[in-house]
């Protein structure tokens, strides 16, 4: 079945670093979205991407999605501590009509700030 | 304008035990989704409701049940509890515009123990 995976588990990084996690899906996607759990809380929606090798913003935020739309990536710019969480990718597969595909989420990157 | 909500927010069960959860929609959200969220892990999607029917369903046993109510409240139901169903389950919503494109808001969660 479609898999998708994502690194690293765990990032350790100084307030002011960059932080960056990579998702890629074992077949190609009709869109992908990204998602962020504070500790003890439930994920919320950062962004969808749907166009191959699309590039979207969001403040210190970026947001890719691969060419052959099977792999994308997060980059914060100047982590704050704000930025502390997990960020899961969440894959959709391409489908057929009268269906929704089903959103198959990444097992996520643990983000730790140090002040 | 209410978000989505959930209850019970912990649960205790034993083992083979049932449990019933419930989840109300975002306002103007139609369909339901849940997901079981195991420590450490991303969320795992267990079934989709829309119009009151089971549009897409993951790798969970036949022991996961689900429904949705004209007011696309939905419940999901786990009979004979294993002491692996302990997970955060989460319902998430969304609005059915389209067939692709539609971001998930997911509620605060509920935490089942199974001892």
């Known amino acids: 079945g479609q898999q998708v995976m994502q690194i690293p588990q765990y990032q350790h990084v100084q307030e002011g670093e960059d932080f960056t996690t990579y998702c890629n899906s074992s077949t190609t996607l009709s869109n992908i979205q990204w998602y962020k759990q504070r500790p003890g809380g439930h994920p919320v929606f950062l962004i969808q991407l749907v166009k191959s090798g699309e590039v979207k913003k969001q403040k210190r935020l970026t947001f890719q999605f691969g060419e052959a739309k099977k792999n994308s990536s997060l980059h914060i710019t100047a982590t704050q501590t704000t930025d502390v969480g997990t960020y899961f990718c969440a894959g959709r597969n391409v489908f057929g009509s009268g269906n929704t595909g089903k959103l198959i989420f990444g097992q996520g990157t643990t983000l730790q700030v140090k002040p | 304008d209410a978000g989505v909500t959930q209850s019970p927010t912990h649960l205790i069960k034993t083992r083979g035990q049932q449990v019933t959860l419930r989840c109300s929609p975002k306002?103007?959200?139609?369909?339901v989704s849940w997901y079981q969220q195991a420590l450490g892990q991303g969320p795992q999607f267990i079934f989709q409701?829309?119009?009151?029917?089971?549009?897409q369903r993951g790798n969970f046993p036949d022991r996961f049940s689900g429904h949705q109510f004209p007011n696309y409240s939905s419940e999901l139901n786990v009979n004979a509890l294993w002491l692996g169903d302990s997970a955060l389950y989460l319902c998430?919503?969304?609005?059915?515009?389209?067939?692709?494109?539609?971001?998930?808001?997911f509620g605060p969660g509920t935490r089942l123990t199974v001892t």
């Open positions: 409701y829309y119009e009151e029917e089971e549009r």
């Open positions: 306002s103007g959200h139609d369909t």
């Open positions: 998430a919503s969304s609005l059915r515009r389209d067939l692709i494109s539609y971001e998930q808001y």
